[in-house]
């Protein structure tokens, strides 16, 4: 091989190692590996989008990971195992609910600091929680309303005819 080839391999080779640091460094939280941190849990009625790994977020800030996910016997809903650095402290009414990065982006978890004094201990469960809201259910809602207002207008119409 000459000089050119060597040097154009060299470069392209040191930039997928650039891409793959980043990429890695990129998804790093602050949760440690290992057993850093404490887990507590949340029992939802669906969790569409959320999935073990999921990001968990507190004033904007990542502060934990979802850890497992089981489900209910009793009643089909998904329980969360949801793993927090240590530190963190939630107050015992603080509600978690499942949002999206904007329309089309990823589901994480929110925290929503609550007021209480007492905080949450290991193993504690979240006691207020909100689901997952899917964008097809919601355009649904707007298209079936405004096909019944159409309605109720063009037989409002026929009435004063």
Known sequence: MD?????????GAATVAVLGLLFLF????PVAEGNAGYIVSAEFEAIDGISA???VVLAGMPVGRVSDVRLNPENNHPILGISLSDGIEIPYDSSIKIVS???AGAK?????PGAEFEMLEPGDPFEYTQSSVLFEELLEKVIVGAEARRAA???AQEETQ
Do not use: E, N
Not at 108 to 112: A, E, Q, S, T
């Open 3 to 11: 000089r050119k080839s060597i040097l154009h391999i060299s470069t």
């Open 53 to 55: 790994g999921s990001t």
């Open 26 to 29: 990129g998804y790093r939280t």
């Open 101 to 103: 990065d904007g329309l």
């Open 153 to 155: 207008k063009q037989a």
């Open 108 to 112: 994480y978890l929110k925290i929503v």
